[in-house]
């Protein structure tokens, strides 16, 4: 069972985030920490002095600072447990706002059209990313765990595991991540997957962001998830899903004070006796704030009742004032609330009370308590907090929650009043629905919403994604004592010294990258040189082991002076010239049985295609949509088990490939016959493959022989390396 991090006396906690959970000002000359607004400062603000973590970000601008000053700030962060992260102007404009907010932050919330035409900053935020990782690199000690947060550091986890391969990486999005067809319209969507790729684990608010992830994956890189993993390089990656929440117990006890009850008291008071509507939201364009009051001003003109019985209360909290876009939104906003209040307006009554400023969690629990109906409809969210702030405020066990389906809270809070915030007319007749409910079932709603938000906290969400950090942060296979990087290299030096050696390499995957089509895995000049002059070191011998036809190897590598071995070694060409050898009798009309049924399906599935060969036959759909790619995988697999359950048969599952072939022919077949031959006796044995076929050949060779592995797959080889890069620098450190 895994220890909390709160057990974890051996390893510290390392927070890495843009907004640090404090900000600074000068005070009479000096420096001055106060808690910092925000969902992650505000959620894990507690959580961090709870269990004494360290936290890496920027602290703001503190260019003017005196010397003095600055010194007086670095003891008060270092105090606080932060460690500063100090960024230029120039870097502020260009990461954060511009790339983060300009870029990023709009397309991953949906909205492409405020994605500028000439999207900036790529740069930057790369530059301000490595920044970020150095910082926590020399902080960081063996042990510890790093949590990076949100989009402005999708970077930093790859930037983490080149500078700390072993360390504990976890990643989560505090933002949606949107559907593979929106993500991919970003011109660096492939660096960002491979930043994020970096961690040991990837942590969502939802199973709708969690699988838009993986279809980014599958489109971007091909890459295809195992339900709750992915296999990248040479590592696996976790994938969960962990709904953040609230200080619950806070908010409770902030609304019990008497102080917040007596403000209650005077807002219901001053409303006059006509119910509140309430709108809490930071000036932002995702917030839905335009629509809403859209929504508030239909219900007004269709119902001269409700003119004099609501007071709509909005507090829009200033957001990002530097940026163009959000000058215009503000001015779109205020617009909004003059026309409503001057066409709806009474002497007795104005409508909309609208409120420019931050205000204090004592003033915002006053006004969740005093609130009749909370308003929150995002016009998208990826969880939306100050939901579960009202639920965890109202310790009356009254009010009603108005919430948009497309906040991540709507996934958790489904006894709210849940509405599509871009249909005008419905989020209208919604909030008169809040408004003329019952109290049973206002009541009877609030319950279940108190229970959910009091049993899944903001300590709960971060000691479950950090015992799951824990869990998935464990090497992908188990070496010896010391690095497995040192016991290739010592294995490698017996390799060298052995005087005779046999080499078995697989060839796709392997000695060349996966080619979209079979015939464009061509093998380039390194590889042939390098094989050649293997060849040329006393005492080697080279198989190559393929699952390609005689016919491909027969092209491409006829010439060279290795054995070739086709269809997994049910061929064999023993030298140059030499003709090709069957290991078996084929049956005829064997391919009759299957070839009706892969027919169909690569008619049906654009961008697949059929390989015959002798005793096998596959089919390929590397370029099919991969999507439907993997369905059409699915289903030909389930029928294929049923249609051949009786036959001489068997299915075999690789890369983009599903292939049949005859019973009994495998790359163990090549290991038999090689060992037979007197002159291999002794000699030293190394295999190389990436792939279930290779698993055959390891499974049949002798405990003493040296086994690798390609990729991240599971495997029983001995060692493992990333891909056909390292592959060829492995076989070169043979030569003498």
């Not at 507690?46 to 004494?52: D, K």
């Not at 970077?155 to 595991?161: E, G, I, K, Q, Y």
């Not at 932002?284 to 004099?308: F, N, S």
């Not at 969740?368 to 100050?386: H, I, K, S």
């Amino acid at each position: 069972m895994t220890r909390s991090m709160a057990d974890r006396s051996d390893a510290r906690l390392i927070i890495v985030s843009n907004r640090l959970p404090v900000t600074t000002s000068l005070e009479d000359g000096h420096v001055r920490l106060s808690a910092a607004s925000g969902g992650l400062a505000t959620g894990l603000g507690s959580w961090q002095r709870r269990s004494a973590a360290v936290w890496v970000g920027w602290p703001g601008d503190f260019a003017s600072y005196t010397s003095q000053q600055r010194a007086e700030l670095d003891t008060l962060l270092a105090d606080a447990g932060v460690v500063p992260v100090g960024l230029s102007a120039t870097e502020i404009e260009q990461y954060y706002e511009g790339f983060s907010n300009r870029v990023l932050w709009p397309l991953l919330h949906y909205l492409v059209d405020r994605v500028p035409v000439d999207a900036t900053g790529w740069e930057a935020y790369r530059h301000v990313n490595q920044k970020f990782a150095d910082a926590v690199a020399a902080v960081a000690r063996p042990g510890d765990m790093i949590w990076v947060h949100d989009y402005q550091l999708m970077l930093v986890p790859a930037l983490l595991r080149e500078r700390l391969p072993d360390a504990r990486i976890g990643f989560f999005l505090h933002v949606p991540f949107p559907s593979s067809e929106v993500f991919r319209i970003l011109p660096w969507r492939q660096q960002i997957l491979h930043g994020l790729l970096g961690a040991d684990l990837v942590g969502f608010h939802t199973f709708s962001y969690l699988r838009h992830f993986l279809g980014a994956l599958i489109h971007v890189d091909g890459l295809e998830a195992e339900v709750d993993r992915v296999r990248f390089r040479n590592r696996i990656v976790r994938l969960g899903v962990f709904p953040m929440s609230i200080d619950t117990e806070a908010f409770e006890l902030l609304a019990r004070d008497e102080d917040v009850v007596a403000e209650a008291t005077a807002i219901r008071q001053e409303a006059g006796g006509r119910k509140i509507l309430l709108g809490i939201d930071r000036l932002d364009y995702t917030k839905g704030i335009p629509r809403r009051l859209l929504a508030v001003e239909r219900l007004l003109a269709r119902d001269q009742e409700i003119r004099e019985s609501v007071r709509y209360i909005q507090i829009a909290v200033p957001s990002r004032d530097k940026v163009d876009s959000y000058q215009t939104f503000r001015r779109q906003v205020e617009g909004a609330v003059g026309r409503i209040n001057g066409a709806w307006g009474t002497i007795r009554s104005t409508p909309v009370h609208y409120v420019h400023r931050s205000i204090s969690s004592r003033e915002m629990a006053a006004l969740y308590l005093a609130a009749d109906v909370m308003l929150v409809t995002p016009l998208r969210d990826g969880m939306n907090l100050v939901a579960k702030e009202f639920v965890a405020s109202r310790v009356d066990g009254d009010g009603v929650l108005v919430l948009s389906e497309f906040a991540g809270a709507a996934a958790e809070l489904g006894e709210a009043v849940v509405v599509n915030p871009y249909d005008v007319d419905a989020t209208a007749e919604s909030i008169r629905q809040a408004l003329t409910m019952t109290e049973a079932e206002r009541r009877g709603r609030m319950q279940h919403l108190r229970r959910r938000v009091s049993e899944y906290t903001v300590h709960t969400w971060a000691s479950t994604f950090l015992d799951k950090l824990s869990e998935a942060a464990t090497p992908v296979v188990a070496v010896r004592d010391g690095t497995a990087a040192e016991h290739l290299a010592a294995d490698l030096t017996q390799l060298r010294a052995a005087d005779r050696l046999i080499l078995l390499l697989d060839y796709d995957g392997t000695l060349v990258p996966i080619a979209r089509a079979p015939e464009l895995a061509v093998p380039d000049a390194d590889l042939l040189d390098l094989l050649e002059r293997l060849s040329r070191r006393p005492g080697t011998t080279i198989h190559i082991v393929s699952g390609r036809t005689r016919e491909f190897l027969t092209r491409w590598l006829d010439r060279m002076p290795v054995s070739l071995w086709a269809e997994h070694g049910f061929w064999w060409r023993p030298s140059p010239g030499s003709a090709w050898q069957a290991a078996m009798q084929v049956s005829a009309g064997w391919i009759d049985r299957v070839l009706p049924i892969l027919e169909q399906f690569t008619a049906a599935t654009p961008g697949s295609l059929i390989e015959l060969k002798t005793a096998s036959v596959a089919w390929h759909y590397r370029m099919a949509h991969a999507e439907f790619g993997l369905r059409q995988a699915h289903e030909l697999r389930m029928l294929l088990g049923d249609a051949l359950s009786n036959q001489p048969l068997e299915v075999l599952e690789g890369k983009k490939v599903i292939e049949i072939r005859l019973r009994g022919v495998s790359k163990a077949l090549v290991v038999r016959r090689i060992l037979q031959q007197p002159a291999h006796d002794g000699a030293a044995l190394l295999a190389i493959g990436d792939d279930h076929t290779d698993e055959e050949l390891f499974a049949a060779l002798p405990a003493s022989a040296i086994t690798v592995a390609v990729g991240a797959v599971p495997s029983r080889a001995t060692h493992r390396v990333g891909g056909e890069v390292p592959v060829r620098a492995m076989l070169r450190a043979l030569l003498p």
